[in-house]
Antibody
Framework: EVQLGESGGGLVQPGGSLRLSCAAS????????MSWVRQAPGEGLQWVAN????????YYVDFVKGRFTISRDNAKNSLYLQMNSLGAEATAVYYC?????????????WGQGTTVTVFS | QSVLTQPPSASGTPGQRVSISCSGS????????VYWYQQLPGTAPKLLIY???QRPSGVPDRFSGSKSGTSASLAISGLRSEDEADYFC????????????FGGGTKVTVL
């Protein structure tokens, strides 16, 4: 079964850091771009970053540039998001998602999400 | 403030047709494909429509997408109780080096 599973969320103080992980299974991880998408409580979806199959290209939404870093370990079928200098606006459920080239980048598989709460 | 604009809510009775609009600009919908996601309460989003009007395997043909200029729409025909969910449009935006943008979401209620 094709699956994604996030972990690493939790409570963190403003200015702190967290590293999220996403474990992929049931498909050939190296064939897909991967994305992180977040959803603040009661809000809509917000794309955060994505990374090419081999990790050679990365894109970020403007307001996380320089603070968040997306990476992947293809040997471990894992995706990561290192988040530094966290502010209250980072409080959200963070999803990892698989992007399908044949779908023009549409994200066809999503994890269950991991919750990040930034509190003071 | 979302880059793509959707109405916050829509509703219909079972069997009716409901349409949800999504308005953008030249740098996103005007130039690139539109995608639609369904999010049932407490669950992760699910891809409903890709490349403006294509359905992934398993998505009922009651769901259809269209695009014209800088706007797009999702139509749900033969509305069913299980369609009650939040629906989000999305597109790649070529500005600021490129990034994915979403609409704010439309809550569909089945009356």
């Amino acid at each position: 079964e094709v699956q994604l599973g996030e972990s690493g969320g939790g409570l963190v103080q403003p200015g702190g850091s967290l590293r999220l992980s996403c474990a992929a299974s049931g498909f050939t991880f190296t064939n897909y771009w991967m994305s992180w998408v977040r959803q603040a409580p009661g809000e809509g979806l917000q794309w955060v970053a994505n990374i090419k199959e081999d990790g050679s290209e990365k894109y970020y939404v403007d307001f996380v540039k320089g603070r968040f870093t997306i990476s992947r370990d293809n040997a471990k079928n894992s995706l990561y998001l290192q988040m530094n200098s966290l502010g209250a606006e980072a409080t959200a459920v963070y999803y990892c998602a698989r992007q399908v080239a044949d779908y023009g980048g549409g994200k066809d598989v999503w994890g269950q999400g991991t919750t990040v709460t930034v509190f003071s | 403030q979302s880059v793509l604009t959707q109405p916050p809510s829509a509703s219909g009775t079972p069997g009716q047709r409901v349409s949800i609009s999504c308005s953008g600009s030249r740098s996103n919908i005007g130039t690139n494909y539109v995608y639609w996601y369904q999010q049932l309460p407490g669950t992760a989003p699910k891809l409903l429509i890709y490349k403006n009007n294509q359905r992934p395997s398993g998505v009922p043909d009651r769901f259809s997408g269209s695009k014209s200029g800088t706007s797009a729409s999702l139509a749900i025909s033969g509305l069913r109780s299980e369609d009650e969910a939040d629906y989000f449009c999305a597109a790649w935006d070529d500005s600021l080096g490129g990034y994915w943008v979403f609409g704010g979401g439309t809550k569909v209620t089945v009356l």
